[in-house]
């Protein structure tokens, strides 16, 4: 949704790359470029002269004037005024002292409202909580009918005494929801509302009346975020009609400009507390400004990330794959490799899940046209072999990857390719990770247990002519001499640390000293001595 807003900023900063000092016109010229991008974001116009006010305001401050790095600093800047005016701190709902805690849903007709609920129930059930719906939208057709299916998938009861479609009293369905909910012990309801294709009094009149009958300890306005500014128009009548505590934003997935997102918070003074991105009952999460903000720069999401990693993945699953990996000699096998890549589309689309790494948007195009069919192609493949040689990738002969190829209705070659590639990354990965267990960082050569600490045979060291620099004697006995005969300091590899080769002495004083940061230290000691 705000890949407009982000290529455009990320435009304006890449032009105040390398400078080491920003004049008045820098800043004119690049709170300018932010002004416009906000302004085609679709962006409240009051929202983004205040933005720029308070930017402009900073940067001409000695905030920036003492900055090392101007360019960064601004970086800095807008993030945090991006952060505010997405609301600032995370909200979450604020349950009842006494259950049940009453959530009530309301917005307009298409928001979205009948499936975020199934969602809110979902996620609050993952939570811990045992949530039970109210169906008290009896006006759409097939509302009530479209809740209760919703439901089923979450794996949510629903409180659906009327057929809806016209027939029955809301505010009843809503109030007798909330004592079967008392009766049977669920801790939170959720009362799905009607809605109208545009503010009228009908609607809010029988909003405010479920909110009279059921006392809600939270009212959430739902949002479609890509109707624009109308979406700010609409929070404003509901806000004045019937009074709401937060927003849920929906279809933050679709390819609107997103602005209404930028905007509703600020002017509207109620924060943003979840997020809806897609279809699924997972595509749900508490609302987050600073990530948000993060990811609008192209700076990543890397705790939301962490955080549906340590849902998903198996913990036992992920350690004794990640032993059999520094273990070598082939323990790591595509069997292993296979429950790994299944735990990972768990997460959900792999454009979704690179979308959140850092520096991703350069590479937007390649990542929307990741063929998530291939990963299918590759389980395919693996499923075609036997036990046997998923265990032991050695034993592919012709006939076996012939016989497999035609399991997997796929070519010789793709069974070649992906054999070939899983061998490679395994002894990559291996030699990454025996690079830090030794106790150093890899790709550092010369060292103990830094990717390539064996040390020169003496024998070659010995040969003659071997070790000297050029203008050098290939006599090591006149070498010495030549070497005892001028100071120190004239060789201006030794002064400024070039070529020049430390001695023994040297080097096993620079190990003694040498000393990682305690977090990366006390990290590598804990995968050392293995779990406790």
Request: glycine residues 10%; charged residues 20%; hydrophobic residues 40%.
């Amino acid at each position: 949704m705000f890949d407009t807003l982000q290529d455009r900023l990320s435009q304006t900063f890449k032009s105040l790359r390398g400078k080491t000092k920003l004049t008045e016109a820098d800043i004119d010229a690049t709170t300018r470029e932010i002004r416009i991008a906000l302004l085609e974001a679709d962006v409240n116009l009051g929202v983004v002269k205040e933005f720029i006010a308070n930017v402009r305001e900073r940067c001409q401050g000695l905030e920036l004037s003492q900055a090392l790095n101007p360019a960064q600093q601004i970086i800095k800047i807008v993030n945090e005024e991006l952060i505010a005016i997405l609301g600032g701190d995370t909200r979450t709902i604020r349950f009842a002292k006494t259950p049940p805690t009453v959530i009530m849903l309301a917005g307009l007709q298409g928001a979205g409202k009948t499936t975020l609920a199934g969602k809110l129930a979902h996620w609050l059930k993952s939570e811990g909580h045992s949530p039970l719906l109210v169906a008290a939208d009896l006006q759409r057709p097939n509302a009530v009918n479209q809740l209760q299916v919703v439901g089923q998938r979450a794996g949510v009861h629903v409180h659906a005494p009327e057929p809806g479609n016209g027939v029955g009293n809301p505010v009843q369905v809503a109030h007798s929801g909330i004592e079967v909910a008392r009766q049977r012990l669920y801790d939170v309801v959720i009362v799905d509302t009607a809605g109208r294709l545009g503010i009228d009094a009908e609607l809010m009149q029988q909003a405010a009346d479920i909110k009279a009958a059921v006392n809600p300890d939270e009212v959430l306005f739902v949002v479609d975020a890509m109707i624009g500014q109308d979406a700010v128009n609409t929070a404003l009548a509901f806000q004045e009609g019937v009074g709401f505590d937060g927003v849920v934003l929906t279809k933050l997935d679709g390819d609107a400009r997103g602005g209404a997102a930028l905007s509703i918070a600020k002017v509207i003074g109620k924060p943003i507390m979840f997020a809806s991105s897609g279809e699924g009952l997972k595509d749900f999460d508490v609302f987050h400004p600073e990530r948000m903000a993060s990811r609008i720069l192209d700076m990543g999401d890397m705790l939301t990330l962490i955080e549906q990693a340590e849902k998903t993945f198996d913990q036992e699953q992920s350690k004794l794959a990640a032993e059999k990996l520094l273990a070598g000699k082939g323990q790591f096998t595509l069997g292993d490799f296979l429950q790994q890549m299944q735990q990972m589309r768990k997460m959900g689309p792999l454009s979704k899940i690179f979308g959140m790494l850092p520096g991703m948007g350069a590479m937007k195009d390649q990542i929307a046209n990741i063929d998530e069919k291939e990963i299918d192609r590759v389980e395919a493949i693996i499923y075609s072999m036997t036990p046997a040689e998923r265990a032991d990738v050695t034993i592919l002969n012709g006939s076996r990857r012939a016989r497999i190829a035609k399991g997997a209705g796929v070519q010789v070659s793709e069974v070649n390719q992906l054999v070939t590639r899983f061998v490679e990354a395994r002894k990559m990965m291996q030699s990454m990770a025996g690079g830090m267990m030794g106790g150093g960082m890899p790709g550092m050569p010369g060292m103990h247990g830094m990717g390539g600490g064996a040390q020169r045979p003496k024998k070659t060291q010995a040969k003659k002519g071997k070790g000297a620099r050029k203008g050098q004697s290939g006599n090591p006995a006149k070498r010495a001499q030549t070497a005892q005969q001028r100071p120190a300091a004239a060789d201006p590899a030794q002064a400024f640390g070039g070529n020049a080769q430390p001695t023994e002495a040297e080097m096993q004083k620079a190990m003694a000293d040498f000393q990682l940061p305690p977090q990366l230290q006390q990290m590598l000691n804990q995968q050392t001595k293995g779990p406790r």
